[in-house]
């Protein structure tokens, strides 16, 4: 990030590990430039005063003044700019934190996609709110995540109780539509490729970016995903299909019919052959319980001959809701 080195930067943040939410405020100096990057997660910004030229694909070249909020759905790829010294607060989430579930979808249901992503005016109520949470940010003391949850909930619950329906239904559209556009990249080509960095290119992500995008949309890592996905395909069809042995095999990505029965060894303790005739006999096959050694946190998962490396990042376990920064 390009930040004069005359600036100081404060940051108050809490030691809660895990979290769904993130309030982050920041005050950038005229000049300040936040490079180019994909969201981790569903990402809100709202100017509370100042000028901030926003570039992404949904909201291209367009410049946010007071009271001004937009969305931008996880994945995306967004740089801002500050025009003169602005004050802003971004809110993070993976889930959209609701307290009314029921109205939310209600709202939603049958929703088309926009032909623009207008930014939103924030009314007063929006607007005191999202103040506070600021306030709240500044303070030396540490915040609970619980109380950064439901300040989230508040925030929510107040642009749907106060901002125009028709244009939150535009304004949310995003979130859905981006996930099932992830979701539906992943399903197309997790058989295609030989291991976690493949698929991240695959994608046009960097692999760090990948793999917080996808443990954000399913919940677990990649390479577990992958595993648990090949086991679940490689059962059904010996259960259920007649395919030969080597169909199976090559089907799911595996370079010889020794990697593929070392991996049904492995997974469910038995070779594919043998696997097939104890479920023709009704024997119901299950996975085993694959336990890694403490010593050896970050030991490879051998997957088709190739090598699925769990990589952790510290950020991931140092990261809080709460953070306040001048720039």
Known sequence: MVVDSVLKKATHQTNIKRC?????????LRGVHHP??????NQMLFVLSGELLINSY???SETLTDRKVILQPIGSKVEYL????TDFLIFEFNDIPLVNEEAYSNMMQNNEAPITYPSLDMPNQV????DQICSL???AQEHDYLYAELKAKELIYLMIRYINVHELRKFFYTIGSYTDSFQHFIMSNFRKVKNVEDFAHLGGYNLSTFRRIFKNVYGMAVYEWILDKKREGIINDLQHTSDRINVISSRYGFDSLSHFAHFCKSSFGDTPRSLRKRSANDEEIKSLLVLTDPIFPDEPDEIDGTIFTPIRDKEEDDFSPLHSSCR
């Not at 180019?36 to 997660?41: N, P, S, Y």
Request: aromatic share 14%.
């Open 20 to 28: 769904d939410v993130h309030f982050a405020h920041e005050h950038y």
């Open 36 to 41: 180019a990057e994909k969201c981790d997660k």
């Open 58 to 60: 949904l909201y291209p």
């Open 82 to 85: 500050a025009l003169v010294d």
């Open 127 to 130: 607007y005191i709110c999202v």
């Open 137 to 139: 940010l500044s303070e």
